[in-house]
């Protein structure tokens, strides 16, 4: 590329981002805003149809949900901290949590087609996976660290059986999505969508249709701007039942018990601290349309490195899955014992080229000026 040439991209690029339009602030086509800007008032209270904010929060402790300023994601006032460890059982319930549940217009039924935005980051002390509670005599065998968005189910007013439908969390290398077999609470797909970026918020988009007929149901995602998971169609909800966002950190019951011991009898959890575990989440949005959701975005990024074995993540509460066969998947694997190493950072190698391209044009144009005297 010539200097000219460079000089002239350098100043495309800047007034694109200049002028990249935000969400309009009354679109008719956004359902509901979930952002944690108003701190404590943004978490429970709001239930109603047409509300934005949060219904309820399902902790037991009040600094299971603290409100951040730093971290939070670009233009945002402030971020959630989520935080469980063990004994953080939530009434009647089961497994540890720290969960938002939205109002009611956020209930989805069969056939109903949303698109959804949110941002998520895991700190660097994130740990992805733990020991499994009633196998210590297999090292290999891990229960999941959690997941951060779940579509859970409600029977409308009969029995309601299974896991959650949909789970969507991280272990220690790997952005993973679970799709949950009713009958077993087991994952039927575990799909690994994107390399985990420790330190880093990532920028989510999903679009679903949701059914349990595999042949109308589907789900697509973007991370960071990169089509993760293309139409992947599938069973998304169950039979006859409704599914609801939850988000929060959700992991099993049994994950920091001092209690447990190694068949030689030194303890799973060296400490009493009950092994807390922190994740961030901000800015969520559902809407009618990506446009209401999303604003354009000026530049694309290359794909993360889908490259390395990671472990297939399993339902938060229950056992750890059997592999499964997934051709669709853009990423599939088997349980791994190994913890995969991965480095935070906040920005991407595309985006740092990026904005070295001002700075060369400036350059050029310095070198050319000089020559002309």
Not at 73 to 94: N, P
Request: glycine share 10%.
């Amino acid at each position: 590329m010539k200097l000219s040439q460079l000089a002239a991209a350098a100043v495309v690029f800047l007034a694109g981002s200049a002028t990249q339009p935000a969400l309009a602030a009354n679109d008719p086509n956004v359902i509901w805003r979930g952002d944690f800007d108003d701190g404590a008032g943004s978490i429970s209270g709001h239930c109603s149809v047409g509300d934005n904010g949060w219904c309820n929060a399902q902790i037991v402790r009040p600094d299971q949900i603290q409100f951040v300023s730093d971290p939070a994601f670009q233009g945002h006032g402030l971020a959630a901290r989520l935080e469980v460890k063990f004994g953080d059982i939530y009434k009647d319930t089961s497994d540890e949590r720290a969960l938002l549940s939205p109002p009611v217009s956020m209930w989805e039924d069969e056939g109903s087609e949303r698109w959804y935005r949110w941002q998520a980051m895991w700190p660097d002390g994130w740990v992805g996976d733990y020991p499994k509670w009633d196998e210590l005599m297999t090292p290999t065998s891990r229960s999941s660290a959690g997941s951060i968005v779940e579509w859970h189910h409600d029977a409308n007013g009969r029995v309601e059986t299974g896991s959650a439908p949909l789970y969507i969390g991280a272990n220690s290398s790997k952005i993973w999505m679970c799709l949950v077999d009713q009958a077993t609470s087991t994952c039927r797909a575990s799909l690994n969508l994107a390399t985990l970026l420790r330190g880093h918020w990532h920028d989510f988009v999903m679009h679903a249709k949701w059914s349990s007929d595999p042949n109308v149901g589907f789900l697509e995602m973007w991370i960071d701007g990169v089509n993760v998971l293309p139409m992947y169609r599938a069973p998304n909800k169950y039979p006859g039942m409704r599914n609801y966002l939850l988000v929060g950190l959700y992991r099993n019951g049994h994950i920091g018990d001092p209690n447990l011991v190694y068949p030689n009898g030194t303890r799973v959890y060296a400490s009493n601290d009950g092994t807390p575990g922190v994740a961030y989440v901000d800015g969520f949005i559902a809407g009618y349309t990506r446009e209401s959701v999303e604003p354009p975005v000026t530049a694309s990024q290359p794909p993360p490195d889908q490259s390395g074995d990671a472990p297939a993540p399993g339902p938060a509460p229950g056992p750890a899955p059997g592999p499964a066969s997934n051709p669709n998947s853009p990423s599939s694997s088997t349980p791994a014992s190994a913890f995969a190493s991965a480095g935070g950072c906040a920005s991407s190698g595309a985006q740092t080229a990026w904005l070295a391209v001002p700075a060369l044009a400036l350059f050029a144009i310095r070198r050319r000026r000089r020559a002309s005297v």
